[in-house]
């Protein structure tokens, strides 16, 4: 019976232990964890800190048997020639099988004020998990000054929410617009208005310089007002302690297409990896490792699964008001490829904006704001490498006339990719009783990978239930009534 030892809990180990339980795994699951609390859903980050949100509904499920998870357990050592792990109490665990999935740090900025006083206490939050955000909403005063360092990603998604939540935000980034890596500066200048227009204070092609009680002073040597400094500035891999072991660690733990390091017994899978394709970042990316992953260890699979059509995966923001979604390549849309079609919508006002670039009618890579129908419409081609219609203002606009002969939207699309959940999977799981975005997401798990798709679910549930209703005679009762006393 082979021992299968998991150094790390992060959501991609979570997803990985559950895959291999609900399929029977034939040998002993042990999961070693560093942490006091089970992992959370980090998709749920952006919505603790708009609208709060009890700890358990944040937390992952507990695994069933016959995994066994040892909390606020630390290894120290990893001894492959015994294959053998030692933890920080001196236990020692054998494996057959070694997965490491230590997750990522957060990235400290080197700022007095911060970086020398090791974090100060209740005045600065390096965010990365929802239950993070949950201590801090506890601490903060409702209205409090918070200022979000970072203009990626998580600094745009962060801000975004806490302004949402009620608190004074300020953005703080050394670019000149947001999200620098995947935007240009018209999509960019849409981002920051959309977040004016939510209340954030965004203060580009600024660096903080000191933060002290009060207040951030920044390089120009202007002050903001803030109570508590929120760190958005970056993770990186936590690779320990596979360096140690002498394991091959680059930015990541190295990995091959099948997640094994250079010693076949070892695998390590999630943020601290590093497959051949580089650093996954996304969620999504960490779920696929954990079904490549567990169909390897399950017998039934080779490697992890290649990218979708055009390089590049679907990073979306999440938060209501947010609609930005990044496909692909960001290079892809620059213009200096002459066999890529581009198309360009631009409407500032209204804050709207969309980039395409297309190879032979296909999506291969796009940015798209404020265009919540298009998003969806194009992520789906995107992924499965179908035609975009031949009318592209009308695709973008969700006007009937774009579904034209170059192509067409699949009929029956998939709203979570996350989980792979269909329109018609949950519309049938709808029907069979389940009439709330919680309900299904406990039968079909859409919404609880990366969290985008909780709108276009709920819309769907919205549309049922108007449906339904058409649907029952007059003078009968709804099924909701059927049995009621």
Known sequence: MPRLVIIGHCPAAHRLVERLTAQDYPGSITVLDAAEQG?????????????GLAPELAALPEHPSPARVHRNTRVTSIDRTRRRVRTEAGEMYDYDVLVLATGTRAVVPDLPGVSDQGLPAGRTWPLRKPDEGIRMRGQLAADASVTVLGGGLDGVETAHALATAGYEVSLLHREQHPLPRRLDRAAGRIVADTLRDNGVNVLPGETASEFL??????????????????LRTGTRPDTAPAGESGLEVSRGIVVDSELRTGDPRVHALGGCAEPPPGVAGSLLEWWEQAEALAAILLGSGNDIPPQPHGAGRVLRARGAGLELASIGSPELLTGKDHEVEHVTFNDPKRRRYARLALREDRLVAATLLGLPEAIATLSQLHDTGMPVPSDRLATLLDLPTGFGTAGSVPADPVLCHCNNVSRSTLTAAYRD?????????????????CGSCTGAVRELCGSLAVSTTERVPSGTDS???????
């Open 479 to 485: 099924p909701e009534q059927e049995g009621a006393e």
């Open 433 to 449: 009783g389940a009439r709330d975005v919680a309900a299904l997401a406990a039968v079909t798990r859409a919404t609880t990978g």
């Open 39 to 51: 992992p959370h859903n980090p998709a749920l980050l952006p919505t603790v800190l708009a609208h």
């Open 213 to 230: 009680p009060g207040k951030l002073v920044l390089a120009s040597g202007e002050a903001v007002s803030t109570e508590a400094l929120v």
